[in-house]
């Protein structure tokens, strides 16, 4: 507001006089962001050079989250307009240079995949047609789109017949799955459909939908009921859980076996147990995929279980699901066939930005169970895809997943799924093969634990019994979690930690670096780089020291 | 696939090859889509002039649903990539073209905005970025900029001191509100904490969270809940009753006087009945422009009752929020500062692409209610967004209500918002003059209802018996569908339509158009073209003899 203009100035920039008139909110409605603007800039670098954009416009050095806070502490909603230029300095000094490099090719601490190049002007189109999927009325063709998207889906998972696909893609009465913003949604959603089709109406009851989750316990005779899933299941289903009235308590945490995979013996002999106990099994849910270790459960054996008790069997297949875009690896997902919902996101191992989530369900009726209108859309009969979706108002994200599917082609994400899995075995020999890491969980797809063990701490933790072992192994939480700190500080590189019980350590929880391959820019080297890097922070005095304590410890056991 | 290739292409286009090798796919992770390209040449198309592609590249006349359809009929993700180029024509051609201008001056149907100019710059910011809101480590700057963006919201609402906000923006223990993909999820997000709230944890009973609904009822000794709004509640709210276990059935809808706003008296009536009725209220919910109708409900007096009954008070501001930003109309809400919590859209009328709902809540540790950690993100004390919020992962929408706040700024809000309740007025008082306009709502904001009733009609209508009224409306409510679907068709103006009883007809329920003023671009002449049409359509033979039989029944009436 303080700087000074020039008339070429005025011209250029919609916001040039930055005063509130109607005049000037005309023109940002009607004037473009002129090219040499210092938007207009930043977009055609951003256009040309992506990569190189992110890489130079965040800074690699951590600030503190405190110094970024006082750039965004102001609680007034600005008084007066500001110049589009001076905003947009902002964001490129303040937010843009302190965002997370998510693509970078160290960055392989989380489920964050990089973009392709053809998403940015795709993204653009979407953005401007700014199209309201929850009814045809503001969506038009993208309603086609997303139900198509969602069929193809459904045929991955469920392949099932022409004739199949032909009577339901389009049918305003069955819907294939829904389009969420994301995998959590996604489950709420699966589970929200399982729970009203488990208490489903019957004679003088109307259904849950309608009369409500006690009234529904009541009229089925049930005295509560519960959702099964291993002790690696996301925290979506604990949230799904508080959010449809059934309660946390009641997701029936079932161990795993030493693969991180859930324990079926155990599962059959859980659902037994609430059986007998006059509980309603809401759903089975099996992992593809699990978020901390990536491994899959034995679906196929668990859908049979579920057949057994007459349950609802979900798959939270949210990172793994793309994997049946492999011929190599799709048979690790075999059983998912028999799902009745599945969980896949976009935005992860399907490339697409951030913002995309579905589910499939194998009956194209299931959606029925939550289906709901209103006068002024979504009335019933109609398209409108709102019906069933949990959400309302909607972007055409769908549009970037159709995108990706014909662009990339089922062919050419099984070249980016295969050589995934394939590195992040390799980095695995690598952590293996080194003597001061231990590997925790061998990767089944792209996903994979491990953490810094001296080698000689290694082989007493080898030998030492369980008390000594959970002493050491406390020590050594300490130290993987000052090493992730200090080198997510560093900036070069990035690997997550999680915490999880060990069959190997008599199911003692400890904590492990976790990390995700899905960045095909990642290369050996870099794997290299993230292992020399942890060795180099190890080094330090403040971790050595640590490490002393577990020296003091072994000597004090052994001269019990 | 079947097109041939020069070199010059090859180098242009990142998919030019279309052949899934592992070359091409780096490329199109890293190599740019080239400004000649023909996705390059759209983008600059678009950055260029918005509006102008948007009205050039949307065709007008409406193709059928069934014919658009086959263009998505496919069921089987493609097997071999496509070029991109190739791809880009498809999408112009088959979805672009039918898509719907909902920034056209004429779509005055939906809660459709048009996009500032710099919209689309920062989008691209924030799509390239692809941060992830769920936690800090994948969105470091963005996480403060959304408690920020919260925080302003808060302080649009409820006003509350600075030391409030220094106190509260930042602080990992509290959350001002949480950011959503819309106003279903918002509303449905406020409802869950107060359904949590009401059924906290108390001696032997570790609150509904964890033990579920039905445990809450018996610990807390109430026989049900329910919900209680006017019969103008938005269709979320049913959605939210279903989702979280409380049942549609209990949701307990109050009528609404002469001007569409919840009849106070009945409000309190209803709320006496459900104590009496042992039941739980979870929630009074009070409509700040109702989708239908654009009224505010009495806040000011809801609140009241609320205090009255110790029941939660949602307002659903999802619409009409905004208004708080001008100083001429925000009375309107008053009242609204007592409320508990208050869902309101920027991707309505703060002028955000679709995927930007918010709610905030009064007190800073209600979110505490539905507060969820897990072990590899969202650790306790940690500032991880994903701790309070129904979604997991999801984009960084609040960089684009930032940017909208600073660069609009309160002052310029004020004016979009002050010209759009003008114009709305404006359009009453031209229906109203007009002899064959029946003006059903008179707009207290920037929505409104009417119908085509010919001035002859208007005279019966207003005089006859509440049969004959009953079997006028009848008819007429087939007049209204015919012509909203016609000039849908026709593509040049797009009104909806709504059903709803009116006081004025022995709370009969009858259809009307049903307009929202929104787009700056929308002139008093646009308006006037909208009469000017629907006269015309009806005054075809079809319309003219659905109209013949008010006669008949006039006739047949004077007759008895």
Redesign the interface.
């Known amino acids: 507001m303080t700087k000074a203009h020039s008339p070429a100035d005025i011209e250029t920039d919609?916001?040039a006089l930055a005063t509130?008139?109607?005049e000037?909110?005309?023109r940002?409605?009607?004037?473009?962001?002129a090219?040499n603007s210092t938007?207009?800039a930043?977009?055609k670098e951003?256009?040309?050079?992506?990569?190189g954009?992110?890489s130079d416009r965040i800074v690699a050095r951590e600030r503190s989250?405190t110094a970024?806070?006082e750039?965004?502490?102001?609680?007034?909603?600005?008084?007066?307009?500001?110049f589009?230029s001076d905003?947009t300095d902002?964001?490129m000094e303040?937010?843009?240079?302190?965002?997370?490099h998510?693509?970078a090719p160290g960055f392989i601490?989380?489920?964050?995949?990089?973009?392709?190049?053809?998403?940015?002007?795709?993204?653009?189109?979407m953005?401007?047609?700014?199209?309201?999927l929850v009814?045809?009325?503001?969506?038009?063709?993208?309603?086609?789109?997303e139900?198509?998207v969602l069929?193809?889906l459904?045929?991955?998972v469920y392949a099932q017949s022409?004739d199949f696909?032909?009577e339901n893609?389009?049918n305003a009465r069955r819907a294939l799955g829904t389009f969420c913003?994301?995998?959590?949604?996604a489950n709420?959603s699966a589970l929200?459909v399982a729970?009203?089709r488990l208490l489903h109406p019957k004679d003088g009851f109307?259904g849950?939908?309608?009369?409500?989750?006690?009234?529904g316990?009541k009229a089925h005779g049930y005295d509560?009921?519960a959702l099964v899933v291993s002790e690696r299941g996301?925290?979506?289903l604990?949230?799904a859980?508080?959010?449809?009235?059934?309660?946390?308590?009641?997701v029936v945490s079932v161990p795993t076996d030493e693969q991180s995979k859930i324990d079926v013996g155990l599962l059959r002999e859980t659902c037994q147990k609430l059986k007998d106990e006059n509980v309603g099994i809401l759903a089975i849910v099996g992992i593809a995929g699990a978020?901390?270790t990536g491994q899959v459960d034995p679906l196929d054996q668990m859908a049979g279980i579920a057949q057994e008790f007459g349950t609802h069997f979900h798959v939270d297949a949210a990172w793994g699901g793309p994997t049946l875009?492999s011929s190599t690896y799709a048979h690790l997902l075999n059983g998912i066939e028999q799902a009745d919902s599945v969980t896949i996101?976009a935005?992860k191992q399907l490339y697409v930005?951030?913002?995309a989530?579905m589910v499939v369900f194998k009956d194209p009726q299931a959606l029925g169970a939550?289906e709901?209108?209103?006068?002024?859309?979504?009335r019933a009969g109609s398209?409108d895809l709102g019906q069933y979706s949990?959400?309302?108002?909607?972007?055409?994200m769908a549009?970037l997943v159709h995108?990706a599917?014909?662009?990339?082609?089922?062919?050419?994400y099984?070249?980016?799924i295969d050589?995934n899995v394939d590195k992040a075995k390799a980095f695995a020999r690598m952590i293996d093969s080194h003597p001061d890491f231990e590997l925790i969980t061998d990767p089944e797809l792209n996903i994979l634990n491990y953490r810094f063990v001296p080698a000689a701490i290694q082989t007493q933790l080898a030998t030492a019994d369980p008390s000594l072992q959970k002493a050491i192994n406390e020590v050594l939480d300490r130290v993987t979690q000052r090493l992730q700190k200090q080198q997510?500080a560093a900036g070069k590189t990035?690997v997550?930690?999680?915490?999880?019980s060990m069959v190997r350590y008599s199911r003692q929880a400890i904590s492990v670096f976790?990390v995700v391959m899905a960045n095909?820019?990642t290369t050996l080297e870099t794997l290299k780089s993230i292992l020399d890097e942890q060795v180099a922070l190890a080094a330090r005095p403040g971790t050595k020291s640590i490490l002393e304590e577990i020296n003091t410890l072994i000597k004090v056991d052994s001269n019990r």
Not at 94 to 100: D, E, I, P, T
Not at 181 to 185: L, Q
Not at 496 to 500: E, P, V
Request: no cysteine; hydrophobic share 40%.
């Open positions: 919609p916001q509130a008139s109607l000037n909110l005309y940002i409605f009607t004037v473009p962001e090219p938007l207009g930043i977009d951003i256009s040309a050079n992506l990569m954009f992110l989250l970024i806070e750039d965004f502490s102001g609680f007034a909603i600005p008084e007066v307009p500001q589009v905003y902002f964001v303040k937010l843009v240079a302190h965002s997370v998510t693509s601490g989380h489920m964050a995949t990089p973009l392709p190049s053809f998403m940015l002007p795709l993204s653009r189109i953005v401007a047609l700014n199209q309201n009814k045809i009325e503001t969506s038009k063709a993208f309603t086609p789109l139900r198509q069929g193809m459904h045929r991955l022409d696909y032909q893609l389009h913003s994301g995998g959590t949604t709420i929200w729970r009203n109307q849950l939908a309608s009369e409500g989750l006690p009234a316990l509560r009921l996301h925290y979506s604990g949230k859980a508080d959010v449809l009235g059934v309660g946390r308590n009641n978020t901390e875009l996101d935005h930005p951030m913002g989530g939550v709901h209108h209103a006068e002024y859309i979504l398209k949990i959400e309302g108002s909607r972007p055409g549009m995108a599917f014909h662009i990339i082609g089922r062919k050419g099984e070249i980016l050589q997510r990035f997550s930690r999680t915490r999880f976790r095909p820019m």
